[in-house]
């Protein structure tokens, strides 16, 4: 009887609270009926062994399922995972992308401050993902407990239908945005537009100093001139970000994309003269010193140097558009 | 394995006469599954369960109930449908194979 007893104990410590006594007597019972009535130590024996491992019975008894997040769950989980990834990693790479330069302190290496970007973004990344799989996954595992079937079942979708098909439109390749080049671009959009309301502060002659440092000396523009024109380059920013989400969303280059594209470069070869175009847009201390480096001798000389040379600069500028323009239609035509 | 125990339930029975019963018509349930099936087939209502404490050791008797009978007969005309099925399959096989 002692033996039984024990047994009984292992299977029902294994239980919630109000199960026990029930099955305590249930289990009695039938291991009673299961041996003579003058029963002997091995017949207790046999009767156990045909039972089972408590822990294994106990487990049949238990209501609760014995894994985190079952079948009925398992795809709203991963999609919603990779939701919550891919959001959490895009908008940690650009707050602490804006953070870094923002922060970008003077007399620093520059390269240095890339690298400690780059650390920063990938140890970040690495945290930012462990915290959102552990706290979906929290979520999901509740979720699992405390619903039942019927609930579960409404949260997958809807069942399949030939229908669904319609919303499917096939891409082919060539004419495909990927999702990594949208990426991308979101992030060069966010660091120049960073570096444009900072760029009197980081953009320059930078000299070294002592102790390896560099050291600031002369910005390459004069930040009052550079930000006059800050309403019209607010405006380009936003109309970028609007265009890379529409291209996001919509997938594939079309028409109206390569239209949209062709006006962005125009609008912004525009603001780019405009601003070349400015009187006192660049620090003459700037000039100054890169006329010393190529030995121009006299100041017209120098000037007239410097205006070739960002006149090249903005040609360059215009050719890349061009191109850029002749891609996007040329992928739509495909 | 359910549509068995189902079977055997329309007089009420305790856990280890079910056992003999399925035992006597050639199926060895492990016990360990058996008494939790119960439990889970009582708490989907398809049993009932009483305590009958008059003989010597209180004993749990399961019975269908209404609803559980009703669904032991959907069960068993599925069973007997698909069965039926197969077994024809099965002889078309047989003859093709002979032939």
Redesign the interface.
């Known amino acids: 009887m002692e033996q039984i007893n024990l047994y009984i104990h292992e299977v029902t410590r294994r239980l919630p609270e109000k199960l026990r006594t029930d099955i305590e007597m249930e289990l009695q019972s039938t291991i009673l009926d299961m041996m003579p009535d003058d029963y002997t130590a091995s017949d207790v024996d046999a009767a156990l062994t045909k039972l089972g491992n408590p822990a294994k019975l106990a487990d049949q008894y238990r209501e609760q399922p014995n894994y985190l997040i079952g079948p009925l769950l398992f795809d709203s989980y991963m999609t919603i995972l990779k939701m919550a990834v891919s959001i959490a990693i895009l908008v940690h790479v650009i707050v602490l992308t804006i953070q870094q330069i923002t922060l970008f302190p003077a007399n620093t290496y520059f390269i240095e401050n890339g690298i400690e970007l780059v650390i920063n973004l990938i140890g970040g990344s690495v945290e930012v993902l462990s915290q959102v799989f552990l706290w979906v996954t929290i979520i999901f595992v509740i979720i699992e407990r405390v619903t039942d079937d019927g609930a579960k079942k409404s949260m997958q979708s809807k069942p399949w239908t030939p229908n669904d098909l319609k919303h499917i439109v096939p891409v082919e390749k060539k004419k495909r945005i990927a999702k990594s080049e949208v990426f991308f671009a979101l992030f060069w959009v966010i660091i120049w537009a960073t570096f444009y309301f900072k760029a009197s502060d980081l953009i320059g002659i930078y000299e070294k100093a002592t102790h390896d440092k560099l050291q600031f000396i002369a910005p390459l523009f004069n930040r009052d001139v550079l930000l006059t024109l800050w309403p019209v380059v607010g405006a380009l920013i936003l109309f970028e970000i609007g265009l890379i989400l529409y291209k996001w969303v919509i997938g594939k280059w079309t028409y109206k994309i390569a239209v949209w594209n062709m006006i962005y470069h125009i609008a912004l070869i525009i603001v780019t003269i405009l601003f070349v175009k400015q009187t006192g847009l660049f620090n003459v201390e700037f000039i100054r010193y890169t006329g010393e480096v190529f030995n121009v001798a006299s100041d017209t000389a120098l000037l007239n140097w410097w205006n070739n040379t960002v006149w090249a600069f903005v040609v360059l500028f215009i050719i890349i558009s061009v191109i850029d323009i002749f891609n996007g239609f040329r992928k739509a035509k495909m | 394995m359910t549509l068995a125990v189902l079977s055997q339930l329309r007089e009420p029975q305790?856990?280890?006469?079910l056992v003999q019963l399925l035992e006597m018509s050639g199926i060895t349930i492990?016990?360990?599954?058996l008494?939790?099936?119960l439990?889970?087939l009582e708490?989907q209502e398809l049993l009932t369960s009483s305590?009958d404490t008059t003989e010597s050791?209180?004993?749990?008797y399961y019975v269908l109930s209404d609803y559980g009978k009703t669904v032991f007969d959907a069960l068993k005309a599925e069973w007997e449908k698909t069965s039926s099925e197969l077994a024809l399959l099965l002889k078309g096989a047989e003859k093709d194979g002979t032939n």
Not at chain 2, 14 to 17: A, E, M
Request: proline residues 11%; charged residues 35%.
């Open positions: 305790y856990g280890y006469s492990d016990q360990s599954t008494y939790p099936l439990r889970r708490k305590w050791r209180p004993r749990k």
